[in-house]
């Protein structure tokens, strides 16, 4: 897990620092160099440091080890450090994409008057493209390695800016060939994205959260390799509960009636043992309940594999 934190905590303060830069130079550079997309670009970037610090204050209450009221750790804060990501994100960008079509309309009904973008704010866009196809594939890797939802995120997030600045560079170009309206009509495009991803963001940690069950394949894997044990002979029931990057299996299995406690009990340790060593790197606890062999009496297990792990306890 330190390794994991690490490279998890190296993440966040390579994407904090440059949104820091990244924020200066396109609010600055917006405003002098007329361009209400760069401008409104500029303004995502100051809301990504935002939540950037947001993001590293639950990181660091997620490390903290398991007590007496939170026996299975604080990895859930990670879910909901990402559900923040996603809400900044969501909120910025209704805000940016009302501005923007307020300034299209006001352009286009000459109520305002437009001008062309100066050129260094070009030049910026195309630097943070640059740059924030960098930053997606360095947190995308990293993503892979720790499987945290908040670096998923901002990967995402990443993944919305290059659009966005891509937007920009479009309408900054537009803008200089005269085409005023099409500057900020950028902006909204930006806005567009920007909302979209906050939206995929907040929905893909609620259903974490929600405990929403993991693919059918890994309970049937789960189910192999406890029916592969000597002594088990039937899973009757199995529960999946999710905790920040890990697991925690609760499993019911029967065993033959007339063996003593002391030998159920070693069936079930066997199984706790097989499933955590098959499954080193995404399991944290494993419960393992035994009863009696209820021949061909109804059970759990007669149901469809895919309702035995909709029950997460």
């Not at 959260?209 to 002979?233: N, R, Y």
């Amino acid at each position: 897990m330190n390794d994991r934190d690490r490279l998890t905590n190296l993440t966040v303060n390579l994407g904090l620092y440059t949104n820091v830069i990244l924020a200066m130079l396109k609010t600055s550079i917006g405003i002098v160099g007329h361009s209400p997309a760069l401008l409104a670009d500029g303004i995502n970037s100051t809301s990504d440091v935002v939540y950037y610090i947001a993001v590293k204050i639950f990181m660091h209450q997620a490390r903290q080890p398991a007590d007496a009221e939170h026996p299975y750790g604080h990895r859930q804060l990670e879910s909901i450090s990402a559900i923040v990501v996603g809400a900044f994100i969501l909120t910025t960008g209704i805000a940016i994409f009302w501005e923007s079509i307020n300034k299209v309309y006001e352009i286009i009904s000459k109520t305002e008057t437009g001008q062309s973008a100066s050129i260094w704010a070009l030049v910026i866009a195309l630097f943070t493209v640059s740059l924030k196809i960098y930053l997606y594939r360095f947190t995308r890797k990293n993503v892979n390695i720790t499987h945290n939802p908040t670096l998923k995120a901002l990967a995402n997030d990443h993944l919305n800016d290059i659009m966005a600045s891509l937007a920009v560079v479009i309408g900054v170009v537009m803008g200089r060939l005269g085409f005023y309206w099409m500057d900020p009509a950028a902006g909204a495009i930006v806005a567009i994205y920007i909302i979209k991803t906050g939206i995929e963001i907040i929905m893909d940690s609620s259903g974490e959260l929600m405990d929403s069950v993991p693919d059918t394949e890994f309970s049937k894997e789960l189910q192999s390799e406890a029916l592969s044990v000597d002594g088990v002979l039937r899973i009757d029931e199995l529960g999946v509960h999710r905790f920040g990057p890990y697991y925690t299996v609760n499993m019911t299995i029967e065993v033959e009636g007339g063996i003593s406690v002391d030998a159920g009990h070693q069936i079930s340790l066997a199984v706790e043992e097989r499933l955590l060593e098959k499954y080193s790197s995404g399991l944290r606890k494993v419960y393992i309940h035994y009863h009696p062999y209820m021949g061909q009496q109804a059970s759990e297990t007669d149901k469809p594999i895919e309702t035995l792990a909709k029950e997460s306890l």
